[in-house]
């Protein structure tokens, strides 16, 4: 009898070690977690082992191993053959790897998996998204039909800027009021060509600021990039027609004027 407790008492203790777990803290950081295409990213593994050693640290795209750390083997990094993966190996080690020249296809799901060393060999994974974009280069590039419009003209411009992906969302403000939907809309060329807004509208007095429309264009991916440029249009396009001037009889002064002029010009001829 004394025996078989000394071996329940044998089996808790060896339950409990090989149960518990020593991995605390595990996460995953992604920097950037946007990233410009052709441009590096750094994925680092936060882990606690509480003294533990570390056993294995097992990195993934998707389902697929592409670099482990293990600190018991010479050498103890090894890089798996996956299209598109570029690890810099003098920037990764027990902590992070440093991927190089990341494309499109690198956008989605990478994982760090932290196993203790012997007697646990507790694990632990975690995931996180990785964004692969190729950003336009400049501002919005705006151009108007005219540089002057009166009310009840209609103003047409366009803003453009070049390729990207994901592609913009642009918008329009006309003297901070957003120019209607209606009014506006939205075209995206093929990957190698520019993406643009066009406006059509019809402007009414109170489009205008002390005389003057301030057009804004505004690019936007929605939490990764945001940029704008602005136009200054003025009024005044059309010149003043002169009012009529009559005499008190009704007579058209400028007849007048003219009749005045001929006779003038008639004396002048006779006294030579």
Known sequence: MKTRH?????????FAITSANCLRGVSLEVVPEVVQRGQEAILRCHY?????????????????EFYRFSPSEDPPTKTFNISGIYVD????????????KVDFGLSGTFSCEVTA????????????????????????????????????????????LPSSKPPVHLSFTLNN???EATARQQRTR?????????????????????GQLNLRC??????????????????GMREPVPERVTSENGSDLHTMTFVT???????????R
């Open 6 to 14: 000394l071996w329940l008492e044998a089996a808790v203790v060896f």
């Open 218 to 235: 505004t690019a936007q991916i929605p939490g990764i990039y945001s940029t704008m440029s602005e136009l200054q249009l003025g009024a």
């Open 48 to 64: 606690d082992l509480e003294n533990a050693p570390l056993y294995s640290l097992k990195w993934y795209r998707g389902r697929h």
């Open 190 to 210: 093929d990957e190698d060509g520019a993406q643009w807004g066009e406006i059509s509208l019809s402007l009414q007095p109170f489009h205008y600021a002390n």
């Open 89 to 100: 190996p003098d920037n990764s080690n027990k902590s992070q790897v440093t991927l190089r």
């Open 261 to 271: 002029i001929l006779c003038l010009g008639m004396l002048h001829l006779l006294l």
């Open 177 to 179: 009021m957003p120019v």
């Open 117 to 160: 060393d012997a007697p646990t060999f507790s694990t632990a994974s975690v995931s996180k998204n990785l964004t692969v974009v190729s950003l336009p280069g400049g501002r919005p590039v705006i151009i108007s039909e005219r540089e002057r419009y009166d009310p009840g003209d209609t103003l047409r411009a366009n803003c453009s």
